[in-house]
């Protein structure tokens, strides 16, 4: 890297890192005070509510590394320009788009951060938050927690379970479907009442049976029975599995989510507010290098530097970021956009912004 190169990127990380810590402090204080009666209530000690936090804080980094990104943006490109550094740059022969460069490339490093901290901190330490709040705050043990809605997984041979519900503690799902696709054509699917484990087979009360096959003419042919009682014994699977399955879509990573969608469209059920999810998860730690494409150009521009500048455009630069990214989730959640669009809105309205802010720009 060039001398200048590491002057200006060193000042962006700089205040990358003071940004963040400021940023940080201010929502976990926020929650702590919103939230002392609940620990005291509950005689919750200093040790468990700072493991309770410390797990909780991918989750406040995933909003706050954008807008560290904007504000170290405006603050170390603004104080460049008013002290005309930008300017005897310029003058020196180096563009505008030049002096940005090390900026860009910093920001593309912090996006690929915050993926990560989406992929491999954030799910576990979300659970173990979890786990941290049933058992040391509320007391109460996990297995106590015996019911799961909606639940889907993937089994083996091809197999896909869903159930409305499933209770832990008995080993049993209610309202359950079951289906075999082969090469992602459905051969079997089993709709019951009941379906209770009872070592080592499954058995299936109340429901009906079909079961898919091609004949001679490449048609399809359907056998249908109804049935009291139907013991399955290819069903290779045990209860563990659905407990583990359980999981929120903010508790999954890129591949258990993407798994998760398939097999809940296999079944036929729509998906579109967990693929927003999905889109989401690539899309918004992407951001952090978006809003810096929206704001160096902002922030190069002359007469518009300083503390009190950088702290009022990043508020409502960021409160109209995160408006546009809401209302692009609530149309891609009742399918009045295609989910990849909705996920992606507040991406493509500001970087195509920033690229017009960015070409207009006094090189």
Same mark, same amino acid.
Not at 49 to 66: E, S
Not at 127 to 146: A, D, F, L, V
Not at 260 to 289: C, D, N, T
């Given at each position: 890297?060039?001398?200048?190169?590491?002057?200006?990127?060193?000042?962006?990380? +700089?205040?990358?890192?003071?940004?963040?810590?400021?940023?940080?402090?201010?929502?976990? *204080?926020?929650?702590?005070?919103?939230?002392?009666?609940?620990?005291?209530?509950?005689?919750? /000690?200093?040790?468990?509510?700072?493991?309770?936090?410390?797990?909780?804080?991918?989750?406040?980094?995933?909003?706050?590394?954008?807008?560290?990104?904007?504000?170290?943006?405006?603050?170390?490109?603004?104080?460049?320009?008013? /002290?005309? #550094?930008?300017?005897?740059?310029?003058?020196?022969?180096?563009?505008? &788009?030049?002096?940005? !460069?090390?900026?860009?490339?910093?920001?593309? *490093?912090?996006?690929?951060?915050?993926?990560?901290? #989406?992929?491999?901190?954030?799910?576990?330490?979300?659970?173990?938050?979890?786990?941290? $709040? @049933?058992?040391?705050?509320?007391?109460? +043990?996990?297995?106590?927690?015996?019911?799961? &809605?909606? *639940?889907?997984? @993937?089994?083996?041979?091809?197999?896909? &379970?869903?159930?409305?519900?499933?209770?832990?503690?008995?080993?049993?799902?209610?309202?359950?479907?079951?289906?075999?696709? %082969?090469?992602?054509?459905?051969?079997? @699917?089993? %709709?019951?009442? $009941?379906?209770?484990?009872?070592?080592?087979?499954?058995?299936?009360?109340?429901?009906?049976?079909?079961?898919?096959?091609?004949?001679?003419?490449?048609?399809?042919?359907?056998?249908? %029975?109804?049935?009291?009682?139907?013991?399955?014994?290819?069903?290779?699977?045990?209860?563990?599995?659905?407990?583990?399955?359980? $999981?929120?879509?903010?508790?999954?990573?890129? $591949?258990?989510?993407?798994?998760? !969608?398939?097999?809940?469209?296999?079944?036929?059920? #729509?998906?579109?507010?967990?693929?927003?999810?999905?889109?989401?998860? =690539?899309?918004?730690?992407?951001?952090?290098? =978006?809003?810096?494409?929206?704001?160096?150009?902002?922030?190069?521009?002359?007469?518009?530097?300083?503390?009190?500048?950088?702290?009022?455009?990043?508020?409502?630069?960021?409160?109209?970021? &995160?408006?546009?990214?809401?209302?692009?989730?609530?149309?891609?959640?009742?399918?009045?956009?295609?989910?990849? *669009?909705?996920?992606?809105?507040? /991406? !493509?309205?500001?970087?195509?912004?920033?690229? !017009?802010?960015?070409?207009?720009?006094?090189?």
């Amino acid at each position: 890297m060039r001398i200048l190169d590491r002057y200006i990127a060193d000042r962006f990380l +700089k205040s990358f890192l003071i940004s963040m810590g400021v940023l940080i402090v201010v929502p976990v *204080l926020v929650d702590v005070i919103e939230h002392v009666d609940y620990f005291v209530d509950r005689g919750a /000690n200093l040790t468990t509510v700072v493991r309770y936090y410390f797990f909780y804080l991918p989750y406040f980094l995933t909003f706050t590394i954008p807008v560290a990104c904007l504000l170290s943006t405006l603050f170390s490109l603004g104080i460049l320009n008013k /002290n005309n #550094e930008i300017t005897a740059m310029k003058a020196s022969g180096t563009s505008l &788009y030049r002096v940005f !460069i090390p900026v860009f490339g910093a920001a593309i *490093l912090i996006s690929v951060l915050a993926f990560l901290n #989406e992929e491999e901190l954030k799910p576990p330490f979300l659970e173990e938050r979890s786990r941290i $709040k @049933q058992e040391e705050i509320e007391k109460y +043990k996990r297995q106590e927690t015996t019911r799961f &809605y909606n *639940l889907f997984a @993937q089994g083996e041979n091809g197999w896909i &379970y869903h159930f409305n519900v499933f209770d832990s503690q008995e080993n049993t799902g209610y309202q359950a479907l079951l289906q075999r696709f %082969e090469s992602n054509e459905l051969r079997e @699917q089993i %709709e019951a009442d $009941k379906m209770n484990w009872q070592p080592p087979v499954w058995v299936l009360e109340n429901g009906r049976y079909r079961v898919f096959t091609d004949d001679t003419l490449s048609s399809r042919a359907e056998q249908f %029975e109804s049935f009291k009682r139907l013991v399955k014994f290819d069903l290779r699977v045990k209860p563990e599995l659905f407990i583990r399955k359980a $999981k929120h879509p903010d508790q999954m990573n890129f $591949k258990e989510l993407y798994g998760y !969608i398939r097999s809940k469209s296999k079944s036929g059920v #729509e998906v579109s507010k967990e693929l927003v999810q999905l889109h989401m998860k =690539i899309a918004f730690p992407l951001a952090s290098f =978006i809003i810096v494409l929206f704001g160096a150009p902002i922030a190069s521009t002359p007469r518009r530097s300083g503390l009190a500048f950088s702290f009022g455009a990043t508020l409502i630069i960021s409160f109209v970021y &995160y408006v546009l990214l809401k209302f692009g989730q609530s149309l891609g959640y009742n399918e009045k956009l295609p989910p990849a *669009l909705a996920a992606w809105m507040g /991406n !493509i309205v500001f970087g195509v912004l920033g690229l !017009i802010i960015l070409f207009r720009s006094r090189k």
